[in-house]
């Protein structure tokens, strides 16, 4: 696990890249200013309520494991956490989880209406792949390969469309590992995997760097799921920044409600380790996707 002298050096790490993606999201999303006025508040008021942008910063981290020219990847990774915010602005209107509180304040049906929620979410979808589309520092041959990756992890067969909709049908269902898999290796680890393989496409990974930072990305996205089922259960809606307790009110299925809570932490730190493992060809420019393991597993929120 971390050292303390590194988990430092990592939190550090962690704020740079948050900032620079943020300049990235800022630049690309039109001002409140620009008409219609209304549907770029709401998608900003979602867009930057915090968060922390895991899944632009494991694309960055990736690609500079690579090794290759990373100029500009910031933007591709913007991409990822205009996928993201849109799946939460989605996923806690009524009809899906009925959430009202997202990163530390009112969801954005709560503030801005439901109808105006589902436009701020179509919006970010489709500025996603618009950024994708016009990246300045990128090919047509490294645009397209990114555009399908992106579309295919947020989609339906393997997709993040597709584990929504497990999840949201197993509410119904008696909970089991099969169940539990289909959904979260869909839901969340698709959208974590694909984020650690824009950055490796970005910067001309081969397919060895590709398939061992694919499995990587595999073992970071499960363990990222494990502790977010075992946070919804000890801590408290004020530590989360989102409601919890609500995955055992909605009888969803979980990590804990399978497995147990022991079991749950012993197979985060599996993942952890396997993540780790699937670096063992990188040299140091490996340790901050290393050190984002750890960290994934370690946090409280």
């Keep these: 696990m971390s050292t303390e002298t590194e988990a430092g050096s990592l939190l550090q790490y962690l704020a740079e890249l948050r900032q620079a993606v943020d300049k990235a999201l800022d630049a690309w999303v039109p001002a409140v200013t620009a008409a219609p006025t209304s549907i770029h508040e ?3 008021y979602s867009l930057f309520a915090g968060g922390k942008r895991i899944r632009p910063i494991l694309a960055i981290s990736a690609a500079s494991a690579v090794g290759s020219e990373t100029t500009g990847v910031e933007n591709a990774a913007a991409s990822l956490e205009l996928i993201h915010t849109y799946s939460l602005i989605h996923d806690d209107l009524p009809a899906l989880d009925n959430d009202d509180l997202r990163r530390g304040r009112p969801t954005c049906h709560k503030v801005f209406g439901e109808a105006l929620a589902i436009l701020a979410g179509d919006a970010l979808l489709t500025l996603a792949f618009e950024v994708l ?7 047509a041959e490294s645009k397209i390969s990114l555009v399908e990756e992106l579309a295919h992890a947020a989609g339906t067969v393997g997709g993040m469309i597709g584990g929504q909709v497990n999840d949201l049908e197993g509410e119904r269902k008696t909970p089991n590992p099969e169940l539990l898999e289909s959904i979260h290796r869909a839901k969340t680890g698709a959208l974590l995997r694909a984020s650690v393989r824009i950055g490796a496409i970005y910067a001309g990974a081969d397919d060895s760097q590709l398939s061992a930072l694919t499995a ?29 307790g609500k995955d055992r009110a909605q009888h969803k299925v979980t990590f804990p409600g399978v497995y ?3 079991r749950s932490r012993e197979m985060a730190d599996e993942e952890r380790v396997a993540a780790l493992s699937a670096l063992a060809n990188f040299d140091a420019r490996g340790d901050r996707l290393r050190q984002i393991a750890n960290y994934i597993v370690q946090r409280k929120a």
Aim: charged letters at 25%; glycine letters at 12%.
């Design 216 to 244: 990587y990305g595999e073992h970071v996205g499960l363990a990222f799921q494990i502790v977010d089922d075992i946070l919804d259960v000890e801590e408290s809606s004020e530590q989360l920044g989102k409601t919890a």
């Design 260 to 262: 147990g809570l022991a």
């Design 42 to 44: 709401a998608m900003r």
């Design 133 to 139: 589309s016009r990246l300045p520092d990128a090919g």
